[in-house]
Every structure is written in C-alpha cells, then in structure tokens.
C-alpha cells in the first residue's frame, strides 16, 4: 500500500486533504508578507499550508502515487 500520509514542514498531511498544489509561488505584493516564494497547498478546509519548491515538489509526487493506478495491465484512467 501506497501510504497516503507525506510530510510537510512539520506536518503529517493526509493526501485526501489536499484540494490544490501551487504551480507558482505565492505574491501579493504586501510588504509584510510572509508567504512570499512559498508555494500554497490549499486543504479541503478553510486552511492552506506554504512550503517550499522542494517539499511542494514532493507532495505533488505523492499525490501522483496516490492517485495513479498502479496496475499495468489497465488502460482505465483513474478519473
Ligand atoms: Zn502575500
């Protein structure tokens, strides 16, 4: 089994929280921003986590795992 669980920051994120991923990070332009250059994970609640590319990138692989079909032998998509 594929665990569905990834880490991030100092958080153990279930993957089935997950709504988005950034592709870019984070601007707005505030000059007290402290999100800047982070890159958004947007959680099924009215909540999102900021991380960096690198753990981004990780959680986005782990969705990939998660979500994907591990069976060769189907041509069914998994959505
Ligand atoms: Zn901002």
């Not at 569905?4 to 958080?11: A, C, E, G, Y």
């Not at 707005?28 to 690198?54: F, N």
Request: aromatic share 10%; proline share 6%; glycine share 4%.
């Amino acid at each position: 089994m594929v665990s569905p669980i990834v880490k991030v920051d100092d958080k153990h994120l279930p993957l089935y929280r997950v709504v988005w991923v950034a592709d870019l990070p984070h601007f707005c332009g505030e000059e007290d921003c402290q999100r800047e250059g982070y890159y958004e994970i947007r959680l099924d609640v009215e909540d999102s986590i900021w991380t960096s590319s690198a753990e981004r990138d990780e959680v986005l692989e782990a969705l990939n795992r998660w979500c994907g079909d591990p069976r060769e032998d189907s041509d069914e998509r998994p959505f």
